[in-house]
């Protein structure tokens, strides 16, 4: 059987790290992390609006520590119109290995959810000091948005919705290597299993619409797949394939990942002014 969620599902950072161990950048504001989850070295960078805050988007990276083959996130986002920024939060943690954000069956420095879920997300929510805590979005391409879906499935209460583009392992296909390696064990990459965490939590997810579903890039067979797949088991979301684009950060598919973003939250919170494109 596969092992529950990572619990809790709010708890507090190993170390509280928050403004006072940040670095001031033009991209936003970068806070050390001590994680007993990882290596040394990760960190999250903010980047935060003029405005109070209304939601956290966490931008889920696709290569380990600061890498930037694939583009940085921050800076596309920061490309974004201003609509599309007004009042989030937006979030980049690194992580010291591959980051399919999975829990490595035997390794203490490379579980992955349990930092981000118990090091990553307080510390942003600590730093930023708000009363009322707002809602946690993920944001994700590639693995990222593998691990965005994941996330949302096994901690539902913790991430309000995700909007993923060119989602990896949504068709069938065997594992990454990189997966495999830090997943550490078959059992572990069971528990991992996107298709199948869609399945065993639907019952959760088949009441408001939280996901949007974005492609086409590279991977439109897992974006086909992942539609059926989430047609077939009544979970609502918003299935979108008019963002074509390079396979790796830019602004051309999050503009419309961020729109669809704010559009499930105000499906949530129909009481509640949203930011429109």
């Known amino acids: 059987m596969p092992s529950p969620p990572s619990e809790p599902e709010r708890p507090t950072p190993h170390r509280r790290a928050g403004l006072r161990d940040a670095t001031a950048l033009r991209t936003g504001t970068r806070i050390l992390l001590d994680s007993p989850f990882q290596q040394p070295g990760t960190q999250v960078t903010v980047l935060l609006p003029e405005q109070p805050v209304r939601r956290i988007v966490l931008a889920l990276p696709v290569e380990k520590g600061d890498g930037t083959k694939y583009g940085r996130s921050l800076t596309e986002i920061a490309r974004l119109p201003a609509t599309l920024r007004d009042a989030t939060a937006f979030a980049a943690p690194t992580f010291s290995e591959s980051p399919w954000l999975v829990n490595h069956a035997t390794r203490a420095d490379c579980r992955q959810e349990d930092h981000l879920v118990r ?4 510390t942003v929510l600590a730093a930023l000091g708000t009363q009322a805590r707002p809602p946690v979005h993920l944001l994700g391409f ?8 994941n996330l949302l499935t096994r901690h539902p209460d913790l991430f309000a919705a995700a909007s993923v583009w060119d989602a990896s392992l ?6 990454h290597p990189q997966l495999v390696d830090v997943a550490g064990s078959t059992a572990r990459l069971d528990e991992y299993d996107v298709r199948k965490n869609l399945r065993r939590h639907a019952h959760v997810l ?3 619409c939280r996901i949007a579903l974005g492609g086409v890039g590279t991977l439109e067979a897992d974006w086909t797949a992942g ?5 077939t088991l009544g979970i609502p979301h918003h299935a979108y394939r008019n963002a074509p684009a390079d396979h790796r950060w830019d ?3 999050l503009a419309p990942a961020v729109q669809h973003l704010l559009a499930l939250e105000a499906l949530q919170h129909p009481g509640q002014d949203h930011p429109k494109e």
């Open 119 to 122: 090091v990553v997300v307080p």
């Open 142 to 149: 590639s693995k990222g948005g593998f691990a965005a879906l």
């Open 170 to 175: 949504l068709s069938d296909r065997p594992p």
């Open 206 to 208: 088949c009441g408001a």
């Open 227 to 231: 539609r059926q797949l989430l047609e």
């Open 251 to 253: 602004v051309a598919w």
